[in-house]
């Protein structure tokens, strides 16, 4: 059964950078695309960005400036860093897989940017 | 971006009862090779998003046959039959035809 579970700092400091990682098992990274999604106070969701099976990413405009999605295959895992974080990036982050829908998620992060 | 109007913000149901829920896309979400990449999640309290329909019409592996899903285009539908404790929740529905991936913004299902 594909799992994956998220981890991280769950405070990050204005203008710092936030850094989760993504751990799977059951599944290989090098197939299919590993995506980040996170979901603000107040239910909004927002799609942030991908890695596919080969490497290449996608990012969601509105972040891309700030954000970096990377990959160790050799441990099964997927990262995310999110740099100058301000307190409208509080929110909690999940991971999931992506086959034609998001089908498999983590459990999620909560992160909260304040000082 | 595509923008998702999701449709009502709020549903009371009782059990047993019935219940839809509309989702509306700003631009058609036809991908170039024929699908139509529109998905619909519960979110429960305490746990992740879980999916339930992908791509307009199809049942997720385990989700019962209570729940359906239908549109086509720019217009999509989610109904939910003989409603249980377990599917009160929030539903998202999700675009992925088009970059980047937009949500809706949700619908709390709820006992009247």
């Known amino acids: 059964e594909v799992q994956l579970q998220e981890s991280g700092p769950g405070l990050v400091k204005p203008s710092q950078s936030l850094s989760l990682t993504c751990s799977v098992t059951g599944y290989s990274i090098t197939s299919n695309y590993w995506g980040w999604i996170r979901k603000f106070p107040g239910n909004k969701m927002e799609w942030i960005g991908h890695?596919?099976?080969?490497?290449?990413?996608s990012y969601n405009p509105s972040l891309k400036s700030r954000i970096s999605i990377t990959r160790d295959t050799s441990k099964n895992q997927f990262f995310l860093q999110l740099n100058s974080v301000t307190t409208e990036d509080t929110a909690t982050y999940y991971c999931a897989r992506y086959s034609s829908s998001f089908d498999y998620w983590g459990q999620g992060v909560m992160v909260t940017v304040s000082s | 971006d595509v923008v998702m109007t999701q449709t009502p913000v709020s549903l009371p149901v009782s059990l047993g009862g019935q219940a839809s829920i509309s989702c509306r896309s700003s631009?058609?979400?036809?991908?170039?090779?024929?699908?139509?990449?529109l998905h619909w999640y519960l979110q429960k309290p305490g746990q992740s998003p879980q999916l339930l329909i992908y791509?307009?019409?199809n049942r997720f592996s385990g989700v019962p046959d209570r729940f359906s899903g239908s549109g086509s285009g720019t217009d999509f539908t989610l109904k939910i039959s003989r409603v249980e404790p377990e599917d009160l929740g929030d539903y998202y529905c999700l675009q992925s035809t088009h970059f980047p991936r937009t949500f809706g913004g949700g619908t709390k299902l709820e006992l009247k």
């Open positions: 791509r307009v019409s």
């Open positions: 631009q058609s979400l036809v991908h170039s090779n024929g699908n139509t990449y």
């Open positions: 890695i596919s099976y080969s490497g290449s990413t």
